[in-house]
Every structure is written in structure tokens, then in C-alpha cells.
């Protein structure tokens, strides 16, 4: 967003550095999503950008949803699932492929808990947290007005028998 801000003012990155007094390398990891910006530095970039309410108002949301989504994910699994359910409440059309596994959501609790474990080294109750998080964010298959498109392989739907592990 701050990219088509910019060249909708007509201004490079450097330029846009230069008005709003930050580091022009800010700026280029802001625009890449590398950096969250602090309050000031948006407010001096709104400043530099000349931004009128509206186009204020739809930079603030966003850094909104962005902050909130980073807080998520420095929950672990269970924030992880958290934020993925915040995107899929936003999506009126949720079109997904899963070559190897059941959809996200389509699995039950138990297979839920089993795929988000699966060859890593993570905390059972987190894993656990982010089962149910991942099983209460299917609500939205329910919900009227949204469209869904699943595929899938037959890898995904068949038993796997390993001596090792089961999913």
C-alpha cells in the first residue's frame, strides 16, 4: 500500500525518505514488509505523502491489522492458527489445494493436532491450542455468503503406514 502511495505521489523512494526524515532503507522495508513502522515514522510519512483522511484512515487500518496479525504469531502454533482464521473471516472466497494432506478445513481436531506436530519439535499443548483453533476456524463453512473451492490428491486421502510415525 505505502509502494502505491508513493508513486501515486510521483515520488521515488529516496524522495519520500528525504521528506518524512527516515532512512530511505525504511521506507524500502516498510514497502516490503520487513518493518512495521513505528506511530512517528507513519505519521511522518502520512505528513510527507500529503495523505488526506481517507487515505490516512486506510493506512491506519492496515498498520492495525498488521500489528494485531504480529501479535498472533508470536503466539506459536495457536497464534499462527489465530491469524490464519482472521483470514479466512475476511475472505468471502477461499479457494485452497493440498497435495499431501487434508485440507486445513476439512480435518478433524485429532488429525489437526497430528499435521501442525508432524516433524517438528513443538510444545504437545501448543500444538494442542492450535488444533482447536484451527478446528473452530471451519465455523465459517457454515456461514452464508462465502464461496469455497477445495482440491486435493489422492496422496492426501489415503492412509500412510510408516514404522516411524502416523498421521
Known sequence: ??????????????????????AQPTISRMETGRLLPTPETVERVSAALQLDKAGRGE???????LRDEVSRLKGGLAGR??????RLRSAQRVVSFQPAMILTLLQTAEYARLALAFGRDVDEEDAAKAAAVRVEAQAVLFESGREFSFGCTTLATRPRRSSSSRV
Not at 500500500?1 to 527516515?22: D, F, I, N, P, S
Not at 493506512?59 to 491489522?65: K, Q
Not at 492458527?81 to 482472521?86: F, L, T
Open 1 to 22: 500500500m505505502l509502494r502505491r502511495l508513493r508513486k501515486g505521489a510521483g515520488l521515488t523512494g529516496k524522495e519520500l525518505a528525504q521528506r518524512a526524515r527516515v
Open 59 to 65: 493506512l491506519d487500518a492496515l498498520l492495525i491489522r
Open 81 to 86: 492458527e489465530a491469524a490464519n482464521a482472521a
